[in-house]
């Protein structure tokens, strides 16, 4: 589980608590280092992080104690105003600036969430064809800068329309998602998997030549076929491996290419990984 997930697993009462700790320790500090030293800044952190990971209401709440504070401060510290009611109009003033940031911050979260489900398959979370074709641009791009082969690993599930077909959709996407966990479990960190539609799938292999290929695109074939087995799927695998050498070739191109060497693999008898190069 990565950092941002465990702090998204914390319940809102963690997150209170942890909020007004962190808003009284800035008070403090604000205290400590007098008038001169600027901490509206440091008011917000612990408000935006309560927000981000606990939701509008604790937020808010947060929102009041750090007001609360920040007046508390100025006041121990003698903040002098001309007139006793500009101590109350600015307090009022941060408290509202505060409560519209923990407004429009879940809003905001939303729509980086929408955005990245816009790149994400629904049904096995693997990235898909909009997310892939970015990421493979980018590679294009860094191969012809650096002159680092990438490589491209297209592969279709041999037997899984009888499945379907015996054992019904269902099955079948339960098949589709076990092939995605266990894919991404064997791959590296900064290879992409992607699901280009039904149970055509693509790996983007970065900074990998046709050498690294041979060794990390049949361990992918060895990992899901096992799989397979433990579930007693009557499925295998046929894989058209492309590694491009300077990254002219287009992404069209390359994925036809991956695409006919793939179906050439299944031609004849499936199970089987093809090996290609594109590019000098």
């Known amino acids: 589980m990565s950092l941002l997930s465990k702090l998204e697993a914390r319940s809102a009462p963690f997150w209170i608590v942890a909020g007004c700790a962190g808003v009284v320790l800035v008070g403090i500090a604000d205290v400590e280092t007098g008038r ?13 992080a309560v927000t981000w990971f606990a939701g509008r209401r604790p937020g808010l709440f947060v929102s009041i104690v750090a007001a609360a504070t920040w007046y508390l401060a100025e006041w121990l510290d003698g903040q002098p105003y001309t007139q006793p009611a ?21 809003a905001l979260k939303a729509l980086e969430a929408e ?26 791009d860094r ?46 960190k900064t290879d992409l998997l992607a699901r280009l539609g039904g149970d055509e799938f693509i790996v983007l292999l970065p900074e990998t030549n046709a050498e ?7 361990k992918l ?13 009557a499925v295998t695998f046929s894989i058209g491996t492309i590694t491009c050498l300077d990254g002219l070739a ?31």
């Open 250 to 280: 287009d992404a069209d191109e390359l994925l036809r290419r991956a695409d006919e060497l793939m179906y050439a693999m299944k031609r004849q008898g499936g199970n089987s990984i093809g090996y290609a190069t594109v590019g000098v």
């Open 86 to 106: 500009i101590r109350y109009w600015n307090a009022g003033v941060r408290l509202v600036f505060f409560v519209v940031i923990t407004v429009l911050l879940p």
């Open 36 to 48: 001169e030293v600027a901490f509206s800044l440091f008011y917000l952190i612990p408000i935006v």
């Open 115 to 140: 955005k990245e489900n816009a790149r994400v398959d629904p049904l096995t979370g693997a990235a898909n064809r909009r997310r892939f074709f970015e990421a493979l641009q980018g590679e294009r």
């Open 143 to 188: 191969t012809q800068r650096y002159h680092r082969a990438f490589t491209l690993a297209y592969f279709d599930l041999d037997g899984f329309k009888v499945i379907n077909d015996r054992f019904g959709h269902l099955t079948g996407d339960r098949l589709l998602c076990a092939v995605v966990a266990q894919a991404q479990s064997a791959l590296r």
């Open 212 to 218: 690294s290929a041979r060794t990390i695109v049949p």
């Open 221 to 233: 074939q060895a990992a899901l076929v096992t799989e397979m087995q433990r579930h007693a799927w």
